[in-house]
């Protein structure tokens, strides 16, 4: 737009080759690169701009790109003089300068090689290192051009990352850094089909630091919504669902705990997706996949985590039950209670703020109904299965038409109860065993949980003691279906049956004024 209306104004032709992009801009960012810097002088540009434009005035046209931010002209600070030595022209904005320079780059290796020649193998001759462009690259002041052909070089070779055109980068912590920012810029066609590439160098490189894998789940996080991305929330469920619950916890679980309320991927999609913020025309893809990620959320042991992706989870499905439905088919055989747990929850809020979609209501308890009550035997789960039997309640009430045994629904129900309940010794064999501190490098969560749960070994064991004993502690003996006894009637049952030297003792033991003299107090 701009450029257009500029050659507009000059007279300067649009074709290939002749435009002004082709013929100053890219000149300009062809002499950086010459010259290993950001900047080239005034005298070059004037130069520059007389010898592809001689009738025209150079100091309006230079004006004119000065005025709408193509260019800008900045001092040039003289060390042997101390003081400025002229100016120089820049590209104003950095990322605009570094990818102006990249495009340029990549004219020139198709210029040598040809375009129909784009492979590794020329790629790697172009980016050798023994070659200008490599010491070029090789700059630590060049971040930003390593930005830049992260994305470009991906985009350009059918996948084939930056690091493996120029390997002399990989260990470069800037290179690095650079290529995990590509996955969330380029193009979602900017990776190879089957991924590999991209897969190696993330397993050998990225996730051998704990910054490196916090930086790429960000990533991943960052275009989770976005569809037909081959890194999107698809993969990172497919991904996450591989691990056992303890190994997914052990990286996964902390990675959400330490980066909650980091204001990074975490907090903004939990905030874009609890805000007022009309979402109406946002595709049910887009929101789906964005809800994947928040399900996950949901692993967190972090409660103020998991009740926000929980709420934000409902704000963004209301009204739309058919995605809901979706999830919860995708997440049947998550191997974690938490997501679960929390996924029933949310469905159960969107078919109560949902009641006027009652195609959408009727296909959701169907569903549920199935798939938790119909063969008698629902999760052991208590909050998993109300919040299921809520959803069908809701459609009940709302007079839809759906085939189920109610009694199914209802509770008591008929779950099985543990053959075998382990012993506090065996436990303690298990995880609190005698020669623990002998090897105390190895399973040392074994010894945390042992020290939050059983607060009767002399440990702190806040959770057993605040949390597990009492929600346990007022259990009673008798069964649910028998009658209640006569408390008092049993002990007295209880002392007729005692010997008259047993009654005796009973006595002494249970009143505390047993063989004293009363009367003279009394």
């Known amino acids: 737009g701009v450029s257009k209306k500029i050659a507009k104004q000059f007279n300067i032709p649009n074709s290939p080759g002749k435009n002004m992009w082709d013929t100053i801009i890219e000149k300009i960012a062809e002499r950086m690169v010459e010259k290993n810097d950001d ?232 905030e874009w997706g609890w805000s007022d913020q009309d979402k109406s025309h946002i595709n049910d893809e887009s929101i789906r996949l964005c809800s994947v990620a928040l399900c996950w959320f949901l692993s967190t042991p972090n409660r103020f985590l998991r009740d926000k992706a929980t709420k934000a989870l409902v704000a963004l499905l209301t009204n739309r039950l058919s995605v809901v439905l979706e999830l919860l088919k995708q997440f049947r055989d998550v191997n974690d209670p938490y997501v679960a747990e929390r996924l029933y929850a949310v469905a159960y809020g969107c078919a109560i703020r949902s009641k006027n979609d009652k195609d959408g209501l009727k296909n959701l308890s169907h569903w549920v109904y199935n798939e938790i009550f119909k063969d008698g035997n629902p999760p052991v789960h208590i909050l998993l299965r109300d919040y299921a039997r809520g959803i069908i309640e809701v459609a009940l009430n709302e007079k839809i038409n759906i085939s189920i045994n109610r009694q199914k629904i209802e509770p008591p129900y008929v779950s099985d109860w543990p053959k075998r309940v382990p012993s506090e010794k065996s436990l303690k064999n298990k995880y609190y065993p005698k020669d623990f501190f002998q090897n105390k490098t190895e399973d040392r969560g074994f010894l945390d949980i042992w020290s939050s749960v059983m607060h009767n070994f002399g440990t702190l064991g806040d959770f057993g003691n605040y949390v597990i004993n009492s929600a346990v502690s007022h259990w009673s003996g008798r069964r649910l279906n028998s009658k209640q006894k006569n408390r008092k009637k049993v002990f007295e049952n209880f002392k007729k049956g005692l010997s008259k030297r047993q009654k005796i003792l009973l006595e002494k033991a249970t009143n505390p004024f047993y063989g004293v003299d009363l009367s003279s107090i009394l």
């Open 39 to 270: 900047r080239i002088a005034e005298d070059e540009v004037i130069a520059l701009v007389k010898n592809e434009y001689p009738s025209i005035d150079h100091s309006n046209l230079i004006k004119e790109l000065e005025r709408n931010l193509l260019i800008v002209k900045v001092p040039r600070y003289s060390r042997e003089k101390n003081d400025y030595d002229g100016f120089d022209f820049r590209f104003p904005f950095q990322k605009f300068s570094d990818h102006l320079i990249g495009r340029y780059l990549f004219k020139r290796y198709e210029q040598e090689f040809g375009k129909a020649n784009k492979n590794l193998q020329t790629a790697k001759k172009f980016f050798s290192k023994r070659r200008k462009l490599g010491k070029f690259l090789v700059n630590s002041w060049n971040r930003g051009i390593i930005e830049a052909l992260s994305i470009q070089c991906p985009e350009h070779l059918k996948g084939c990352e930056l690091v493996e055109v120029a390997p002399y980068l990989k260990g470069f912590q800037v290179a690095q850094e650079a290529f995990v920012e590509s996955l969330i810029w380029r193009k979602p066609t900017g990776f190879s089909e089957d991924r590999k590439n991209t897969l190696a160098y993330i397993n050998s490189e990225i996730i051998r630091t704990e910054s490196g894998l916090y930086n790429l789940l960000n990533a991943f996080l960052t275009i989770a919504s976005v569809p037909n991305h081959p890194f999107n929330a698809d993969f990172l469920h497919k991904h996450l669902s591989r691990f056992s619950m303890p190994k997914r916890d052990s990286w996964w679980s902390t990675f959400l705990h330490y980066q909650y309320g980091e204001k990074g991927a975490i907090d903004s999609l939990i």
